[in-house]
């Protein structure tokens, strides 16, 4: 199963969209969340309210993370896994 030029450019130009994607998500979350504590530090430092959006948020920034740069690359090993299956049953 040998993949043409093109289906590798367009494999790899959605990999660096993916992780554009997850730079700006993780650059939103960092910029927002310095925010909201910022203004926690300003309204007089009670209730530490600014705790809720930064872990369920982080809890889909970390997501975001796994799905590119871990289940990308496991789905790759897997398809490199099967190209290697191919090459060995045609030797025999």
């Known amino acids: 199963m040998e993949l ?8 790899a130009r959605k990999r660096v969209k993916k992780k554009r994607e ?8 960092v910029i927002v969340n310095v925010v909201l504590v910022i203004i926690w530090l ?6 530490m309210w600014f705790l809720w959006p930064l872990g369920i948020w982080g809890v ?8 590119v740069f871990v289940l990308d690359t496991v ?18």
């Open 4 to 11: 043409s030029e093109q289906e590798i450019y367009e494999e």
């Open 75 to 92: 789905i790759s090993e897997k398809a490199a896994i099967a190209k290697e299956v191919e090459k060995i049953k045609r030797e025999k």
């Open 60 to 67: 889909f920034v970390v997501w975001n993370f796994i799905e």
């Open 22 to 29: 997850f730079y700006s998500h993780l650059g939103a979350y």
């Open 42 to 47: 300003l309204s007089g430092r009670g209730y």
